[in-house]
């Protein structure tokens, strides 16, 4: 061995001594999972890095600045297709090899918890955390807007009327409840 390769090693190890001494640290005892933040992290920024160049490959301009009306559609349709994601009844199957199921939380929404293995736990965390999927699908939703504009308003728009509709129908509960005094 090489008095480089002694001296990467030697380098390496104390890296790897540093970041382990600041995570037992930053956790003050609790199991926090900081090198599966840091792969979800690293894997975000390769998904980004990777749409970026295909917008850039494409040749489409990239507008100075998003309109008004495209900001709302991608709001409520992150916003539903997170929920949907990660809440869903429907899309558990897709969650399941991460989480745990506890129980129904709200109309055709499930509380599930991430198993607690290593690796499971991180992407357990963000199969069923709306707020951490709406990054995924915000992201995606923009970079669907630049490449194919017309079929990513139309998918917009459906998750829109969805949300739409799932409104109406949390209303319509509530007032038939409050109409035959059922709580």
Do not use: I
Not at 129 to 137: A, E, K, Q
């Amino acid at each position: 061995m090489g008095a480089a390769t002694m001296a990467d090693s030697r380098l390496a190890r104390r890296l790897r001594g540093a970041l382990q001494r600041t995570g037992r640290a930053y956790a003050a005892g609790h199991d926090r999972p900081l090198g599966g933040y840091l792969a979800a992290m690293t894997g975000f920024t390769a998904f980004t890095a990777a749409w970026a160049t295909a917008v850039r490959r494409s040749g489409r301009p990239l507008p100075e600045r998003p309109e008004p009306w495209d900001v709302v559609l991608t709001s409520v349709a992150t916003f539903r297709l997170s929920r949907l994601l990660s809440k869903a009844s429907v899309t558990s199957p897709l969650r399941a090899p991460f989480t745990r199921y506890v129980g129904p939380q709200g109309p055709a929404e499930l509380h599930e918890e991430a198993q607690p293995e290593s690796g499971k736990h991180t992407v357990g965390e963000l199969a069923t955390c709306p707020f951490c999927m709406s990054v995924w699908v915000a992201s995606a939703l923009t970079a669907g807007q630049v490449l194919w504009p017309r079929a990513t308003r139309t998918a917009m728009g459906t998750l829109t009327a969805l949300a739409g509709a799932d409104t109406l129908q949390l209303a319509y509960g509530a007032l038939m409840d409050r109409a035959t005094g059922e709580d």
